[in-house]
C-alpha cells in the first residue's frame, strides 16, 4: 500500500488491544488499509478530541513523553513498515513531550502527524514541519459534528497556507463525522457538505469520510443480554455513493473499528466497569453481548455469550480472521486464552470487524 491508497481507514486508539488485532490482522487485509491512531493521554481528566484544555492536564512532561514514545514505538511495531496517521490530540497541551516521543520518531517511519484547526499554532507548524522532513504527508482532521458553513471552509484555508508558505507537502484531509448512532441522522449531508466546501481548497493526496456508530453507553442493558445496533457508519457510504460518481472516487470510507468514538479519550488505566462487551460485526449491525468481568460464574457466561454469536447465521466461521477463531475456541472451550478479559474481547471484535470491512469493500468496490 505504500505506493497507492488504501480502501479502507479505521480510527484506532492506540492501546494495546487495537495495536494487537491490527498486527495479527492477514497479510492482504494490512496491505489494504491505513489506521489513523490516537495516542490516548497518560492521566488526568477524560479528555474529548477538539476540545483544548486551558490549562495542561499532565505536569509530568517527561513521564509524557515516556508515554508518548511508548505508544510511538507499539505503532511502528504494529505497522511493520506500512503507513498510517499518528494523531496525538490528547497529549499536545505542550510541545516538548510530543516532539520527544513523537514527531522525532517520524522521519525514519512510514507514520503521518496530524493536525487539525482547533491545534495550536505550534502545534500545526511543528506537525507541517515533521511531515516535510519526513516526506510521508500530513493528515488534517476535521471535525464535522454538524452541517459544515464557510467558517469552516476559511479555517482549513489559513491553515492550508500557513503549511504552504512553510514548503510543500502532501495532504490528506480525514473529515471525522463523530458519532452517527441515530437512524434521523444527516451526516451524509454533512460528509457531502464538507467536501463541497473543501474539496477545492487544495489537491487532496487522500480524502477520508469518518464515522462510528457503536454506542459509546449501553449501561441499561443486563449482564448477560445482547443488543443489535445498526451501522449508521456503513450506511452514509451507501447513500453518499448515490451523490454521483464525480465524488465517490475521493472519498475513502473510514470508521472507528468495533468501538465507539471515544475509545481514545480516557487516560490508561483507571477505574472500568466490571463488565464489558463481546463484539461482532454483521452486514448492517454490530451484535454487542454484555459479559461480566468478575465473579464465579464469569468464565461460565462469556462462553455462553460466545455461544450465541458464533450460532447467529451471520458468523463467518473461525477461518475468517483471527477475531473469529478466538470467539469460536472461547465458545467451544478449546482455546488456550480461555475466556478473556475486556481488552481482548476489544481485540477479537476489531480484528474481525477490520477483515469483513476490507473484504466487504473489495468485494462491492
Not at 289 to 314: C, M, Y
Request: charged share 25%; with cysteine; proline share 7%.
Amino acid at each position: 500500500m505504500a505506493d497507492s491508497l488504501p480502501i479502507y481507514v479505521p480510527a484506532l486508539p492506540a492501546r494495546s488491544s487495537a495495536l494487537a488485532a491490527y498486527a495479527q490482522l492477514k497479510p492482504w487485509v494490512r496491505a489494504a488499509i491505513a489506521p489513523l491512531w490516537t495516542i490516548p493521554p497518560r492521566t488526568g481528566p477524560v479528555r474529548l478530541l477538539g476540545h483544548r484544555p486551558t490549562v495542561p492536564h499532565d505536569r509530568n512532561q517527561h513521564a509524557l513523553a515516556a508515554h508518548v514514545r511508548g505508544r510511538t514505538v507499539s505503532i511502528m511495531r504494529a505497522q511493520k513498515g506500512l503507513p498510517a496517521w499518528v494523531d496525538a490530540f490528547h497529549v499536545e497541551d505542550e510541545a516538548w513531550p510530543v516532539r520527544s516521543g513523537l514527531w522525532n520518531c517520524l522521519p525514519a517511519s512510514p507514520l503521518r502527524p496530524v493536525t487539525g484547526t482547533e491545534r495550536a499554532d505550534w502545534q500545526q507548524e511543528a506537525a507541517a514541519e515533521v511531515a516535510r522532513a519526513s516526506g510521508n504527508g500530513l493528515g488534517i482532521r476535521v471535525r464535522v459534528p454538524e452541517l459544515p458553513d464557510e467558517r469552516r471552509s476559511e479555517a482549513v484555508r489559513s491553515m492550508i497556507d500557513r503549511i504552504r508558505a512553510g514548503g510543500t507537502v502532501p495532504l490528506d484531509l480525514l473529515l471525522d463525522l463523530g458519532d452517527v448512532t441515530d437512524e434521523h441522522h444527516r451526516a451524509d449531508k454533512w460528509a457531502l457538505r464538507a467536501w463541497d466546501l473543501l474539496g477545492r481548497l487544495h489537491r487532496w493526496r487522500t480524502v477520508v469520510v469518518l464515522a462510528g456508530s457503536v454506542p459509546c453507553s449501553v449501561t441499561d442493558l443486563a449482564v448477560g443480554a445482547m443488543t443489535e445496533p445498526h451501522r449508521f457508519d456503513w450506511d452514509i457510504r451507501h447513500m453518499v455513493l448515490h451523490a454521483g460518481a464525480a465524488v465517490v472516487p475521493r472519498l475513502t470510507y473510514g470508521d472507528y473499528g468495533a468501538q465507539h468514538t471515544r475509545g481514545a479519550d480516557r487516560p490508561t488505566g483507571g477505574w472500568s466497569p466490571p463488565w464489558g462487551f463481546l463484539r461482532y460485526t454483521t452486514e448492517r449491525t454490530f451484535l454487542l453481548a454484555k459479559a461480566a468481568t468478575e465473579g464465579e460464574d464469569r468464565a461460565a457466561g462469556v462462553r455462553s455469550l460466545a455461544r450465541q454469536i458464533v450460532e447467529t447465521p451471520e458468523f463467518r466461521g473461525a477461518g475468517f480472521s483471527d477475531g473469529d477463531r478466538w470467539l469460536e475456541e472461547c465458545a467451544r472451550g478449546t482455546g488456550r486464552a480461555g475466556t478473556g478479559g475486556v481488552g481482548k474481547w476489544i481485540e477479537a471484535g476489531h480484528n474481525g470487524h477490520m477483515t469483513y470491512v476490507a473484504r466487504q469493500l473489495t468485494d462491492t468496490g
